[in-house]
Nanobody, 124 residues
Framework: QVQLVESGGGLVQAGGSLRLSCVAS?????????FGWFRQAPGNEREFVGS????????LYADSVKGRFTIARDNAKNTVYLEMNSLKPGDTAVYYC????????????????WGQGTQVTVSS
């Protein structure tokens, strides 16, 4: 059974940085495995942030975070990271890590496993 555990959320001032981690366990990952980051603010739909292919490292980002957020992976540690810089109050949300299929999937329906989420709050 796949488990995804996020960590690294917290409270930060606008302009600051945070790094989220997602540790995956329970199976091995193939060339068609991809990890994604999504976020959900109160009253909003879950929003795609970015994704990374596990083996090739292809990345895809939402326009709203492009140039500020970076996704990376450490295959040896089964860990995916979301480095967030130049944070804005609009980035405040619960951030979720997910495991899916494809090169750089961006639809929630393409993901089969989800973490419990970690809260990120950006103050102005």
């Amino acid at each position: 059974q796949v488990q995804l555990v996020e960590s690294g959320g917290g409270l930060v001032q606008a302009g600051g940085s945070l790094r989220l981690s997602c540790v995956a366990s329970g199976r091995t990952f193939s060339s068609t495995s991809a990890f994604g980051w999504f976020r959900q603010a109160p009253g909003n739909e879950r929003e795609f942030v970015g994704s990374i292919n596990w083996s090739a490292g292809y990345r895809l980002y939402a326009d709203s975070v492009k140039g500020r957020f970076t996704i990376a992976r450490d295959n040896a540690k089964n860990t995916v990271y979301l480095e967030m810089n130049s944070l804005k109050p609009g980035d405040t949300a619960v951030y979720y890590c997910a495991l899916g299929r494809g090169y750089t999937p961006r639809q929630a329906e393409q993901y089969d496993n989800w973490g419990q989420g970690t809260q990120v709050t950006v103050s102005s």
